[in-house]
């Protein structure tokens, strides 16, 4: 049994070191983060965004977007407009050279991973789904905050405070 806790941990190092590597291949190509990008992706394909509505899209806490889009601002990425019906509503949107960045950034790891995950049948899916939980339950994850995002660096930091207030 001990043999197959080792194969079973291997298997998990992997995905770590490829999230890892994947993470590090997008800030040396791009200087983002996957989340960044993520967000940077959504105001684009919607020509402008409210940062609640980025956030239900990505699956990020708007607090969380609003780090994110506060960095990606700093960078002249996206500048933040005030809507002219109502001034409480600030819109997210995407500069010139945010979409040089766009177009210049490597493909996500999670995009690769949607991608191949939903050519499988339904029956596989959910068996890996099952696997996985499984997974995050044996290492006593299951309570802690995740976005649909695989990435290492800023938004793992904000989550890793999560962690310490719950222990």
Aim: charged fraction near 30%; avoid cysteine; glycine fraction near 4%.
């Amino acid at each position: 049994m001990a043999n197959r806790s080792n194969t079973a941990l291997i298997a998990l190092r992997r995905i770590l070191r490829i999230t890892e590597l994947n993470s590090r291949k997008l800030a040396h190509q791009a200087d983002l983060t996957a989340s960044q990008l993520l967000v940077l992706q959504q105001v684009a394909e919607n020509d402008g965004a409210l940062p609640s509505v980025i956030a239900k899209s990505v699956g990020l806490k708007q607090a969380t977007v609003t780090v994110l889009v506060n960095k990606l601002e700093s960078a002249g990425l996206v500048t933040r407009r005030r809507d002219t019906k109502d001034r409480r509503r600030v819109w997210i949107e995407v500069t010139d050279r945010g979409r040089a960045a766009l177009e210049e950034s490597p493909d996500l790891l999670h995009d690769r991973f949607e991608r191949s995950f939903n050519a499988l049948a339904d029956w596989e899916q959910s068996l890996i789904i099952a696997a996985l939980e499984r997974v995050a339950s044996l290492l006593d994850a299951g309570a802690i905050e995740a976005a649909p995002v695989l990435d290492v660096g800023d938004l793992d930091r904000l989550m890793a405070s999560e962690l310490e207030k719950s222990e």
